[in-house]
């Protein structure tokens, strides 16, 4: 199992309304990763991390922004929630030693 | 374009049964390819990892094929049970880039019934 946490596990907020999605895990692991999925669909890299204060976009392009203040901490900010921004949000990390990445438990966000 | 592509898209067997997913991927350079099982509502967890020197790799009753030559991978299944029930992920990683990129296929989604 894991040491790897994301809140809220599940969230619904209306249109306009800034969230934050936690993720932290307790391996220190440097690199940490989110990635965007839908149901039935594969999962989109939005954003990954080398360590802190490092951070890049992924191939799916997303309005949210990251940060890396400390290791094991990798939240994901929406300014402005809009119902396209409905999806599952997956958090994982892995170390620069292996190439597995461990994933959170996910956050559901749904945007009335 | 996605560069792996998984079949069949959905399965349903009856508790006790074998079953096989495939994975065909066109990811060129190849790193390794991993399968992965996410319960609904959880995150991906890790079941097997090969490299393009390895041809299978079991854990427990689950059990991966890789021919690097043809680029398809199996994950066989073997006495299925209830807590099998999950979405089933081949992920392919590249050498190419210091990101070590990830392709993810969209899952078989495996039902096992009593």
């Known amino acids: 199992e894991a040491d790897i946490y994301q809140t809220p596990r599940y969230l619904v907020i209306g249109t306009g309304k800034k969230i934050t999605l936690e993720c932290s895990q307790t391996?220190?692991?440097?690199?940490m990763y989110w990635y965007q999925q839908d149901p039935g669909m594969e999962l989109h890299l939005i954003h990954y991390?080398?360590?802190?204060?490092?951070?890049e976009k992924g191939d799916l392009s997303s309005e949210s922004t990251v940060s890396r203040i400390r290791t094991e901490h990798f939240p994901l900010t929406l300014e402005s929630a809009r119902p396209s921004h409905t999806s599952q949000y997956l958090c994982?990390?892995?170390?620069?030693?292996?190439?597995?990445?461990?994933f959170g438990p996910g956050t559901r966000l749904l945007v009335l | 374009k996605n560069q792996v592509e998984q079949s069949p898209q959905s399965l349903i067997i009856l508790e006790g049964k074998n079953c096989t997913l495939q994975?065909?991927?066109?990811?060129?350079?190849?790193?390794?390819l991993r399968w992965y099982k996410q319960d609904t509502g959880r995150g991906p967890v890790s079941l097997t990892i090969?490299?393009?020197?390895?041809n299978t790799k079991s854990n427990g009753r689950y059990t991966a094929t890789l021919d690097a030559d043809t680029k398809q991978s199996s994950l066989h299944i073997t006495a299925s049970q209830l807590s099998d029930s999950a979405s089933y992920i081949c992920?392919?990683?590249?050498?190419?880039?210091?990101?070590?990129?990830?392709?993810f296929g969209r899952g078989t989604q495996l039902t096992v019934w009593p």
């Open positions: 994982a990390s892995r170390s620069g030693r292996q190439e597995t990445q461990y």
């Open positions: 391996m220190g692991h440097d690199k």
């Open positions: 991390s080398y360590g802190v204060n490092s951070t």
């Open positions: 994975c065909n991927y066109t990811v060129s350079p190849f790193s390794n």
């Open positions: 090969m490299t393009f020197s390895e």
């Open positions: 992920v392919v990683s590249d050498r190419g880039s210091t990101l070590g990129r990830l392709y």
